[in-house]
C-alpha cells in the first residue's frame, strides 16, 4: 500500500469523528506488517479526559485483535494544519512501533514522513 493510498484510508474515516467541543476532526489508518489496514477516529467526551485520539483507536482496534507488528499509520484531520500525534498518542505509539515505524502527516498538501524515534527519542519504557 502507498502512503498516498494509507492517506486515503484515514480520510475516509474523518466523517466518524466524534468531535461535537472542538470541532476538529481526526482520522488515522495504520498499517501492520502483513497488510492489514487498521483505522480510527477521535472519539470526544464532555470529560475530556474521557476522549480518545485516532491514532490510539486504530491502534487499540488492531491490538484487540491480536495484531501488535506494525510498518505506518497516517494521520489527518479536518482543518488547514497537519495532524501531529499528542503526547500520550506518542508514548501509545511508542508501546507498539519500532523505532523505525513511519507516521505521515499532511502538510500544505504535502506528505511528510517521520519514524518513530524522531518523533519520541527517548521514550519513557519500562
Given amino acids: 500500500m502507498t502512503d498516498n493510498e494509507l492517506v486515503a484510508k484515514a480520510k475516509e474515516v474523518l466523517e466518524y469523528s466524534y468531535s461535537p467541543y472542538s470541532h476538529f476532526a481526526v482520522g488515522a489508518a495504520l ?3 502483513d497488510g492489514q489496514v487498521f483505522t480510527g477516529c477521535n472519539i470526544e467526551n464532555s470529560s475530556f479526559g474521557a476522549t480518545n485520539c485516532a491514532e490510539r483507536t486504530a491502534i487499540f482496534k488492531a491490538v484487540s485483535e491480536g495484531i501488535k507488528d506494525f510498518k505506518a ?4 484531520c479536518s ?4 495532524a501531529y500525534p499528542c503526547g500520550i498518542c506518542r508514548q501509545v505509539m511508542s508501546e507498539f512501533f519500532n523505532p ?3 507516521i505521515i502527516v499532511e502538510e500544505g498538501g504535502r506528505l511528510k514522513t517521520y519514524t518513530m524515534s524522531e518523533i519520541l527519542p527517548d521514550s519513557f519504557s519500562l
Fill in 31 to 33: 498499517l501492520s506488517t
Fill in 73 to 76: 499509520i497516517a494521520i489527518v
Fill in 79 to 82: 482543518g488547514d494544519q497537519p
Fill in 100 to 102: 523505525d515505524t513511519r
